[in-house]
């Protein structure tokens, strides 16, 4: 239940049945109840009054006091009070708290999922890493955002399918093959010396070259080049992808698909992906032959004044008509991007999400305008951008990788951090802002690190229980009498203020998804940490707010019910990071 959503229906009613003369239709789709900034003013606000003054005629002050009238008349509402020029706010009462949190017992870990995506199909792509290598940090922060979103959209309700494209068509793998041969040679004993510029010289390809001699022995120097160059492609992205997936699964992270992009060049039955989508853009008029302008500012010296085969993407609204076939007759890379999009909205998603690193903001128009010309307003596709991340220990800056030679590889950092942490500190901050991660921040026992503070929150509602076992032997904590508890015992302010930030859970769930940011979870956990573990030391001060109480049994009850709940949000939260919510912290 989305109690905010329901507020809105509610006054959206109110609204209805007041006596209102409007010329223009009530623009009530408008309203928005949400947190007020300041506790103090309240449980819930809403702008109702002042998006609807004008299309009403009335004066905001005065249309509010009429709609917190009706509102006062709700037992759910102990007061509901004007404020600045037109807000209202509401401060519910007890029983609506104590209601509510037994609506988050029995909802359980389905509490704050959404009806938001049924039958929506979604596809999100995310890492597609070259495979010429191990994964380094910087590709681990698009892991983990495209992961987690994929996660949150899930939980509201859309079917997802995680998707990584391989980009095995370049001529990246050509560098790849050339690189593995030299390994291969080496493993046969050969001197290989330095490895040429251009050339990729990390250690992590010995283990390629080691198992080729195994399958071949000697026998790829004697083959062909051009059948020798085909096996080393194949064996290497192989290979590759492999170390991938493994350095992937260290992250939790598992795609249900892998997309050759090498596919949409073969030929079957003499015809391509490409050449098929080329062929039905050119009917819909968004291929043509014709000549492109020089660049603005100093024109490249392979720029080349002649007719070519382009994509009309300004026609919807790109800064440019795209190149679709190189001089020597081979397609581009925008190409495939084209027949890529194409391949998945013929697959049926009605939503497409690239999640993409910084130095793609110039594809961004272009996707956008390859969606428009193929879906038009079937489908619609999105772009998230992950900044760039620093490495730090204990603040000074990490740069090398022993294995890799130039970079942090993403299985060292999940090596020495865990996966918990790398997961929630990579949404710890928005995607598009840079991000510091500092190996020892991300380590220490304390409020300063997020994934401790939230985690540890999770291990303090399961302590609680144990300690109840031991000093109130007797005493009922299964599910079944929680859900009996009575639960009007919680009168505490510190007590309200823990059910109303759990309440607020399905909204952040809702907001999150349709936004696309997967980090608002990260921040909602641990706001709601922080409120149990303030309560809790409050707890230190009075014993009287203490969650066990000897002397009371059914107040204990009542207290171990809502840490159950709480426990339930913080799990289902952490279950959307990626992160695990453990029992005890040690």
């Given at each position: 239940m989305n109690l905010f959503a329901d507020f809105e229906d509610r006054i959206a009613k109110i609204v209805a049945g007041l006596d209102i003369a409007s010329e223009a239709p009530l623009a009530l789709d408008r309203i928005v109840v949400e947190p007020p900034r300041d506790p103090a003013h309240g449980d819930l606000a809403t702008n109702a009054a002042l998006v609807l003054a004008k299309?009403?005629?009335?004066?905001?002050?005065?249309?509010?006091?009429r709609i917190a009238g009706k509102l006062g008349e709700d037992n759910t509402v102990e007061n509901a009070e004007i404020a600045g020029p037109g807000f209202i706010n509401l401060r519910l009462s007890k029983t609506f708290w104590a209601d509510h949190l037994g609506?988050?017992?029995?909802?359980?870990?389905?509490?704050?999922?959404?009806?938001?995506?049924?039958?929506?199909?979604?596809?999100?792509?995310?890492?597609?890493?070259?495979?010429?290598?191990?994964?380094?940090?910087?590709?681990?922060?698009?892991?983990?955002?495209?992961?987690?979103?994929?996660?949150?959209?899930?939980?509201?309700?859309?079917?997802?399918?995680?998707?990584?494209?391989?980009?095995?068509?370049?001529?990246?793998?050509?560098?790849?093959?050339?690189?593995v041969e030299l390994r291969y040679r080496e493993a046969l004993g050969e001197e290989i010396g330095e490895i040429p510029a251009g050339l990729y010289p990390g250690e992590y390809l010995k283990p390629v070259g080691a198992a080729l001699v195994e399958e071949f022995g000697d026998n790829l120097t004697k083959v062909d080049e051009p059948v020798r160059m085909e096996i080393l492609r194949t064996r290497s992205v192989d290979a590759m992808m492999e170390l991938i997936r493994q350095n992937l699964s260290a992250l939790n992270v598992n795609h249900e698909v892998f997309f050759s992009e090498r596919t949409l060049h073969e030929k079957r039955n003499g015809v391509s992906e490409i050449d098929r989508m080329l062929d039905e853009m050119r009917v819909k008029g968004f291929v043509y032959e014709g000549r492109l302008p020089p660049p603005k500012g100093e024109v490249p010296e392979d720029w080349e004044d002649r007719e070519q085969t382009l994509f009309k993407s300004t026609e919807v609204g790109d800064d440019m008509d795209r190149p679709l076939v190189k001089s020597d007759g081979s397609y581009t890379y925008f190409a495939a991007d084209v027949a890529y999009f194409k391949n998945k909205f013929d697959r049926g998603f009605d939503r497409m999400v690239y999640v993409l690193g910084a130095d793609h903001?110039?594809?961004?128009?272009?996707?956008?305008?390859?969606?428009?010309?193929?879906?038009?307003?079937?489908?619609?596709?999105?772009?998230?951008?992950?900044?760039?991340?620093?490495?730090?220990?204990?603040?000074?800056?990490?740069?090398?990788?022993?294995?890799?030679?130039?970079?942090?590889?993403?299985?060292?950092?999940?090596?020495?951090?865990?996966t918990d942490a790398v997961r929630f500190m990579m949404l710890y901050r928005k995607p598009e802002a840079p991000l510091d991660f500092d190996f020892a921040k991300v380590t220490e026992q304390s409020k300063d690190n997020p994934v401790f503070y939230v985690q540890y929150a999770h291990a303090r509602t399961k302590s609680v229980f144990r300690q109840a076992a031991e000093e109130m032997a007797g005493l009922d904590t299964s599910d079944e009498a929680l859900a009996q508890a009575d639960l009007s015992l919680l009168a505490d302010?510190?007590?309200i203020a823990l059910v109303a930030k759990m309440a607020e859970f399905p909204r952040m769930v809702e907001q999150a998804a349709r936004a696309d940011e997967p980090h608002r979870v990260a921040f909602y956990l641990y706001e709601l940490a922080s409120e149990l573990h303030q309560h809790w030391s409050r707890g230190k001060e009075k014993p009287e707010l203490r969650f066990i109480n000897q002397d009371n049994a059914n107040l204990t009850l009542a207290r171990l019910a809502m840490l159950k709940g709480l426990s339930s949000v913080l799990s289902s939260g952490l279950a959307i990071v990626g992160a695990s919510a453990p029992d005890e912290m040690r």
């Amino acid at each position: 239940m989305n109690l905010f959503a329901d507020f809105e229906d509610r006054i959206a009613k109110i609204v209805a049945g007041l006596d209102i003369a409007s010329e223009a239709p009530l623009a009530l789709d408008r309203i928005v109840v949400e947190p007020p900034r300041d506790p103090a003013h309240g449980d819930l606000a809403t702008n109702a009054a002042l998006v609807l003054a004008k299309s009403a005629g009335i004066n905001p002050r005065e249309l509010a006091g009429r709609i917190a009238g009706k509102l006062g008349e709700d037992n759910t509402v102990e007061n509901a009070e004007i404020a600045g020029p037109g807000f209202i706010n509401l401060r519910l009462s007890k029983t609506f708290w104590a209601d509510h949190l037994g609506v988050i017992l029995a909802a359980g870990s389905e509490y704050g999922r959404t009806g938001l995506g049924t039958g929506k199909h979604v596809n999100v792509e995310y890492v597609s890493a070259n495979p010429t290598g191990p994964m380094h940090v910087g590709h681990c922060r698009g892991a983990v955002v495209g992961d987690s979103l994929a996660n949150l959209l899930e939980f509201a309700g859309y079917e997802v399918t995680r998707e990584y494209v391989i980009n095995d068509a370049g001529v990246q793998i050509d560098v790849l093959a050339r690189s593995v041969e030299l390994r291969y040679r080496e493993a046969l004993g050969e001197e290989i010396g330095e490895i040429p510029a251009g050339l990729y010289p990390g250690e992590y390809l010995k283990p390629v070259g080691a198992a080729l001699v195994e399958e071949f022995g000697d026998n790829l120097t004697k083959v062909d080049e051009p059948v020798r160059m085909e096996i080393l492609r194949t064996r290497s992205v192989d290979a590759m992808m492999e170390l991938i997936r493994q350095n992937l699964s260290a992250l939790n992270v598992n795609h249900e698909v892998f997309f050759s992009e090498r596919t949409l060049h073969e030929k079957r039955n003499g015809v391509s992906e490409i050449d098929r989508m080329l062929d039905e853009m050119r009917v819909k008029g968004f291929v043509y032959e014709g000549r492109l302008p020089p660049p603005k500012g100093e024109v490249p010296e392979d720029w080349e004044d002649r007719e070519q085969t382009l994509f009309k993407s300004t026609e919807v609204g790109d800064d440019m008509d795209r190149p679709l076939v190189k001089s020597d007759g081979s397609y581009t890379y925008f190409a495939a991007d084209v027949a890529y999009f194409k391949n998945k909205f013929d697959r049926g998603f009605d939503r497409m999400v690239y999640v993409l690193g910084a130095d793609h903001g110039g594809y961004v128009k272009r996707l956008k305008a390859v969606a428009k010309a193929i879906a038009g307003d079937e489908s619609v596709l999105d772009v998230l951008l992950c900044q760039l991340v620093k490495l730090y220990r204990g603040g000074e800056p990490v740069r090398m990788s022993k294995r890799s030679g130039d970079f942090v590889t993403l299985r060292e950092v999940v090596d020495e951090v865990g996966t918990d942490a790398v997961r929630f500190m990579m949404l710890y901050r928005k995607p598009e802002a840079p991000l510091d991660f500092d190996f020892a921040k991300v380590t220490e026992q304390s409020k300063d690190n997020p994934v401790f503070y939230v985690q540890y929150a999770h291990a303090r509602t399961k302590s609680v229980f144990r300690q109840a076992a031991e000093e109130m032997a007797g005493l009922d904590t299964s599910d079944e009498a929680l859900a009996q508890a009575d639960l009007s015992l919680l009168a505490d302010e510190g007590e309200i203020a823990l059910v109303a930030k759990m309440a607020e859970f399905p909204r952040m769930v809702e907001q999150a998804a349709r936004a696309d940011e997967p980090h608002r979870v990260a921040f909602y956990l641990y706001e709601l940490a922080s409120e149990l573990h303030q309560h809790w030391s409050r707890g230190k001060e009075k014993p009287e707010l203490r969650f066990i109480n000897q002397d009371n049994a059914n107040l204990t009850l009542a207290r171990l019910a809502m840490l159950k709940g709480l426990s339930s949000v913080l799990s289902s939260g952490l279950a959307i990071v990626g992160a695990s919510a453990p029992d005890e912290m040690r």
